[in-house]
């Protein structure tokens, strides 16, 4: 793989989709409508799919591709692939909340190697240079030339006042449980793949994920994340959490930085 590409490709792509998104974001009305497992699904999603999907697949021919929005994907049994949520945090963006990210990944070997998260409405980019250093990039953003990139670092916790994230809208009494163990300064709530990002930049030091997710939604994060410092395991046993696993679904997780004492 040619990261310099890979990089300008995911992107770019990133900053295409985020554009249809907010179009529809912002007009007046749009229709939401369920999928087979009853989450619900936007034209902004399909939009942004389309988008992703035909550029990856122009620029990466011979790269499996696993998309959220194309059931047909998620039959592959595949180690090295592209994986893409186009609008992770739906709820969000119909409750207008602004916590919502596009999300595209490479992952090799079963570990998430390159990763871009877009949240449009809030202006925040990251994502993981050709080296795999993971940057925040200030906008107004080009889509043909970056911008000012700051390189991310994890913090160094103090495990006797912990900075902790949890999900907005999937928050329930076993993580709340889960939190207590800790000793905590601050909680704070965001939606979708954000908390990954806000792990890497230092803004939290630990964030548990005792749910369902599936690894489109995750992969993107758990890379920025890793290109910061920082580290993904499984929640039972602490190993690192893996992609390609049959039906792409995730066991409980936990993203964090690695001085963070874990329970």
């Known amino acids: 793989m040619d990261f310099d590409q890979l990089t300008l490709v995911m992107r770019r792509l990133a900053l ?6 907010m179009e529809i974001y912002q007009s007046p009305d749009f ?8 989450s619900p699904v936007t034209a902004a999603d399909e939009a942004a799919d389309a988008v992703i999907s035909a550029g990856l697949s122009a620029a990466f021919p011979d790269v499996p591709l696993v998309t959220e929005e194309q059931a047909a994907t998620h039959e592959q049994a595949v180690s090295t692939f592209l994986i893409v949520d186009p609008l992770d945090g739906t709820k969000e963006f119909i409750k207008r909340r602004g916590d919502f990210t596009v999300n595209i990944a490479y992952v090799v070997d079963g570990a998430p190697l390159r990763g871009v998260v877009y949240a449009p409405a809030k202006e925040r980019l990251f994502y993981t240079d050709a080296a795999g250093q993971t940057v925040e990039e200030t ?12 390189a991310l670092s994890v913090s160094t916790p103090d495990n006797d006042a912990l900075l902790v994230v949890a999900s907005k809208s999937h928050r329930d009494q076993a993580t709340d449980d889960y939190i207590n163990k800790y000793n905590t300064a601050d909680m704070k709530s965001a939606g979708s793949s954000l908390k990954f990002c806000l792990v890497a930049t230092g803004e939290a030091d630990i964030y548990p994920r005792l749910g369902r997710t599936m690894e489109w939604d995750t992969a993107a994060g758990h890379a920025v994340l890793a290109g910061a410092g920082g580290d993904v395991v499984r929640f039972d046993d602490h190993s690192p959490l893996q992609y390609g696993k049959p039906g792409f679904e995730n066991p409980f997780f936990i993203a964090y930085s690695p001085d963070v004492k874990l329970q």
């Open 16 to 21: 295409q989709a985020g554009d249809k998104i």
């Open 31 to 38: 229709d939401v409508r369920a999928k087979s497992d009853d």
């Open 139 to 150: 906008g107004p953003f080009d889509k043909e030339a970056t911008g000012t990139q700051t």
